[in-house]
């Protein structure tokens, strides 16, 4: 399945006039790897395969590295993409908007790289836009799957790779916002 983003509910309709829009990041519930693992159990193997070559002080390292990446990378990733691709602005910061974007990842696949040979993490999502007032009105509903997160001579990095993928999603939302919110 190619990527792409897909409408679950609503239309864009509602952003036809908007230059701002607040951005939420959640990450509960995600699931990891093809076996669908909790993010608990996806840490612990992840540190367990990185002690086994580079000792605790790097496992410890990459737990650190991926508590940033998801506070930090991983948004302002989607933020710039986002906001390369549409016209209307989007923020963490913004206080007061009329609508708010909440992004929350359903599945991340790190893929792996290995010089010459390599396999693109992937992401899927989902991004609900409600009422900033009025967060329990629900105005659309857009599944993001299987956003890869590569370039062409991959990226040794696993969280890196998955910060790709928050960009790859934003770039494909943003060009659909985009398109049917021109005038």
Not at 96 to 107: A, D, G, R, S
Request: with cysteine.
């Amino acid at each position: 399945m190619a990527q792409r983003v897909r409408v679950v509910s609503g239309d864009y309709n509602f952003l036809k006039d908007q230059k701002f829009i607040k951005v939420v990041f959640k990450f509960e519930g995600v699931t990891f790897a093809k076996k669908k693992i909790t993010e608990e159990q996806y840490i612990a193997e992840r540190m367990a395969d990185i002690e086994k070559t580079g000792g605790k002080e790097e496992a410890e390292k990459w737990k650190n590295d991926w508590e940033y990446s998801k506070s930090k990378t991983f948004q302002d990733k989607f933020l710039a993409s986002w906001n390369k691709n549409t016209k209307i602005e989007a923020s963490i910061n913004f206080e007061k908007t009329k609508y708010t974007l909440i992004v929350e990842p359903t599945w991340i696949y790190q893929g792996w790289f290995g010089g010459i040979m390599n396999d693109p993490a992937q992401l899927n999502t989902r991004m609900t836009f409600v009422e900033t007032d009025n967060p329990n009105n629900i105005l659309m509903v857009v599944e993001g799957i299987k956003a890869t997160g590569d370039n062409v001579i991959g990226i040794p990095n696993n969280n890196d790779r998955i910060a790709e993928c928050y960009a790859k999603t934003s770039k494909m939302l943003a060009q659909k916002v985009d398109h049917y919110t021109k005038k």
